[in-house]
Every structure is written in C-alpha cells, then in structure tokens.
Nanobody, 123 residues
Framework: QVRLVESGGGLVQAGGSLKLSCEVF????????MGWFRQAPGKEREFVAS????????RYHDSVKGRFATSRDNDKNTVFLQMNTLQPADTADYYC????????????????WGQGTQVTVSS
C-alpha cells in the first residue's frame, strides 16, 4: 500500500507564499522520484516541478521557475513545494505524484497520486 497525503494549500493574496507538503506512506524502503502537477478548473493537469529520488535533480516548468522550489526530506518521507510570489494564474488544485522510475513532466510517468490540495491566489 502506497498513499500520498498532501497539505498546505489555502488562500493567499498575490505576491504571497505557500508551502505544500506531500508525505508518502508505505514502502518506506523504496526511493520515489516525485512530481508536482496542478489543474485549474476547465484545464488539463499540467506539470509544475519534479525532483529525483535523492533530491539532486530538480526541474520546473518555465512559468514557475524562479518562484517555486521543490525539496525533500527523505528521513520524513516528505516532499515540499515552496511557492513564492504567487500570482492569480497559479490558482489550481495541486497534486503530488510518485514513481519508482525516473522523474517525468508527464502524468503518465507516475504511479501514485495525492488527493490534491487547493491553492487560491486572490488579486
């Protein structure tokens, strides 16, 4: 059994910050590469960021590069997404995902998904 539990979403004004967390339960001996995706109403789920199993390789979509940063604490089996200088366009449901394979910018590259956490950025 593998379960991803997300938290940290909420309402924030433009220019503010939020930090999302994604804790992985189950298969503690496995090393997951992790991805972050978001989905706004009426739009497809899109890639935000990814991080390798050890945390050394991190990739970001151009729209968030320089504002968002993903990190991980493997001792706590938790991955984070620090979101700074938030904009209304960042409003979406954010999902974390896990894979035992290489990190990917495609939803098809992941095997396990969190329940999502809502981020709303007001103008």
């Amino acid at each position: 059994q593998v379960r991803l539990v997300e938290s940290g979403g909420g309402l924030v004004q433009a220019g503010g910050s939020l930090k999302l967390s994604c804790e992985v339960f189950g298969r503690e001996g496995s090393r997951f590469a992790m991805g972050w995706f978001r989905q706004a109403p009426g739009k497809e789920r899109e890639f935000v960021a990814s991080i390798s199993q050890g945390g050394g390789i991190r990739r970001y979509h151009d729209s968030v590069k320089g504002r968002f940063a993903t990190s991980r604490d493997n001792d706590k089996n938790t991955v984070f997404l620090q979101m700074n200088t938030l904009q209304p366009a960042d409003t979406a449901d954010y999902y974390c995902a896990a894979t035992l394979a290489r990190p990917s910018d495609r939803t098809s590259g992941y095997d396990y998904w969190g329940q999502g956490t809502q981020v709303t950025v007001s103008s």
